[in-house]
DNA sequence: GAAGCTCTTGTAAGCCCTTACAACCTGTTA
DNA sequence: TAACAGGTTGTAAGGGCTTACAAGAGCTTC
């Protein structure tokens, strides 16, 4: 069944049958009707490959991420294809996983798809990244449609990025433990991306600006598996802390359980902060304190500029989310 | 870029290059090596659309699941989506919701992208459901392309089930608890889904097989939210159970919270079994003892299946993998 | 030296749409 | 009544690839 077949039964042209299709207001409503009719009794569906040949676009997305399994980068996917979708667009979904090479090949696959823009989540780029020259792909990619980062910053032609400001919130999360009176706050994290350097950054200014010394041994950086911060807290005898911002919620998570174990009381003896605001920080006992990053408004915020960029229109190539604590029980009150 | 000015390049004709292109073994050697040289010079991507026109297929497997920031979604997503592409297959994901019209739609409007194949995830569907009619969308989907679903089952042409078989984990799991002396066993669900409905059935049977009749006051449905156990508990003053099996680790990590809260024991004064074996359990603290549905083994056997009925061979329609509890800390040794 | 074979290449039709341009129809206007 | 405008429809030329079929080149064989 294509168009000929029922440009033929609607007695009309291909010509005609193609404007029906694209609602063109060229062909009159009674011809519409009687050609939707057709259309729907033979359950008629244009062919996308065909159509995407002539318009030269297949209404696709291309959604690049290093691991749907991580509940912040689906929480993302998630709110991007609902929402794309519902303005027409399907989304091809690639989980690159986090090496350089494989982000790389990632987005230069999946750009041979010609998708019509694409979205590249947790990438944590930067340009003051000593290995900045390792990005150029996405400068590449920019050349053929538009990019868009979520949580990470590259300048560049074509380039959009909706960042939360890490920095910021970093700052604000570790002032709130200094302002309880805190004064050995860890620092865990898991990764020396763009985003995790920027919440270390924060955390070292609001120690500085109250007049605490930055200790060397309370910056620690381990994987974000639970065992792992098992480990890592099974080797310090004595953790000298008396309290932590973590970068991931899954590595708060595991110090509250061990030091717990330990016989620590949380928040008395050793205040926690998470970062992502991810379903497990409600279901530890008691409820972690974490910096909610804001991924559905940075969602919100790129679906909003891949609309108007789809349509021709100027956008903003760097929007700042204020990222903000939310206070459980592992943080004083 | 097109087939022609690589073919005028390489002074041969647009059906050599497209031979080239399909690595086909019509074409000598020499010739490949010029003509892939010329390709790569400018750096040439054959258009998919057009290639799609000519071979009807563009290489693309649909995946639909409810909602991928649930954990054993993201999983299985995670899981297909890697193994595919190395198969040369891009995904198209398309997050349905629950709702039964929102899942027809969804497997309508993914068709129209003439993928390859489908694969719906946490499906949840059965012949004999009482709505048996609501899924003969899935019946119509096959007679177009193969189906496969993961944790649903409909008997079909064209229709590929890969299944947990969760009637004998859940009675496993029950058996489990009675064999440690537990005899008031709360079952706690969070739908009344297809294989809710197994495990519900193989508690049953366990129960019943022990001598310990079913009692109505211990089967309970609530939402799979930490919040909604919260308040479950707090209805209930005193839980007269010495045990739960919950369907979701979510509510058994609800569960485990709250009941100790309550000054409970666990495992002692309450075991706890949950399921999917998510990243939850061993979160929690003491770690949950929970049923592993195995999605990755699932996801496996439905690209095992796949990659045969893409190649035109045949397939078993129906593969059950058995679950298998994870014994941790919240249930007796 | 002609016939026949294999290997390689080219020609052209086809896949199913979109859209520029031409043409037609109907109703106004001068 | 002719010219014209506006609204509607059709014709035909793409778009970039695949592939059936034809054909040429280089061998071998008798």
């Given at each position: 069944?294509?168009?000929y077949e029922i ?8 010509a005609t049958v193609s ?7 060229l062909v ?9 009719r057709v259309?729907?009794e ?11 040949l ?15 399994a991580?509940n ?5 996917v998630?709110c991007?294809e609902r929402d794309l979708?519902?303005?027409?667009y399907n ?13 790389r090949i ?6 041979q798809k010609r998708?019509?823009a ?9 340009d003051d990244d000593?290995d900045a020259?390792?990005v150029?792909?996405?400068r ?5 449609v538009?990019v868009?980062?979520i949580?990470g910053y590259i ?5 959009f990025?909706?960042l ?5 919130a970093a700052?604000?999360a570790?002032?709130e433990?200094l302002?309880s009176?805190r004064?050995?706050?860890l620092f ?5 991306s ?7 950054s924060?955390?070292?200014?609001a120690?500085r ?5 930055v200790?060397?041994?309370?910056v620690?950086?381990t994987?974000n ?5 098992r480990?890592?807290?099974l080797?310090m005898?004595?953790l ?6 973590a970068?991931?919620?899954?590595l708060?998570?595991?110090v ?5 174990r330990?016989?620590?009381?949380v928040p ?12 497990l920080?409600?279901?530890c006992d008691?409820?972690l ?8 408004r940075?969602?919100k915020i ?9 349509n021709?229109?100027p956008?903003n ?7 903000c ?8 009150f």
């Open positions: 069944m294509n168009i440009a033929e039964l609607a007695g009309v042209s291909i404007r029906v299709i694209n609602d063109s207001p009159s409503e009674k011809t519409k009707l009687r050609v939707r259309m729907e033979n359950d008629y569906t244009p062919n996308v490959f065909a159509r995407g002539g318009l030269n676009s297949m209404k696709t997305i291309g959604l690049v991420c290093p691991d749907v991580d912040y980068m689906a929480r993302a998630a991007l979708r519902e303005y027409g989304c091809i979904l690639y989980c690159s996983g986090y090496a350089w090479e494989d982000r990632a987005v230069r696959t999946i750009l998708i019509d694409l979205v590249v989540i947790g990438s944590s780029y930067a000593p020259e390792r150029e792909y996405i590449e990619a920019a050349k053929q538009p868009f980062l949580n300048r560049g032609e074509n380039i990025c909706a939360c400001s890490d920095y910021e700052y604000s570790a002032s433990l302002r009176g004064r050995k706050i865990l994290s898991d990764s020396h763009y985003s995790a350097n920027q919440k270390r924060g955390y070292e200014a120690l600006e109250a007049g605490v010394p200790r060397e041994d309370l620690i950086y994987r598996r639970i065992d792992s911060v480990d890592l807290l080797e005898p004595q000298d802390a008396d309290a932590v911002f970068t991931e919620d899954g708060a998570a595991g509250l359980k061990y030091a717990k330990r016989g620590a009381a008395k003896d050793l205040a926690i902060i998470g970062y992502n605001n991810s379903e920080a409600v279901c008691p409820e304190s974490s910096v909610d990053s804001r991924v559905d940075l969602c790129v679906i909003d500029s891949l609309k108007l960029r789809l021709g229109k956008v190539d760097r929007v700042y989310v204020k990222g604590l939310i206070r459980r029980m592992t943080t004083d």
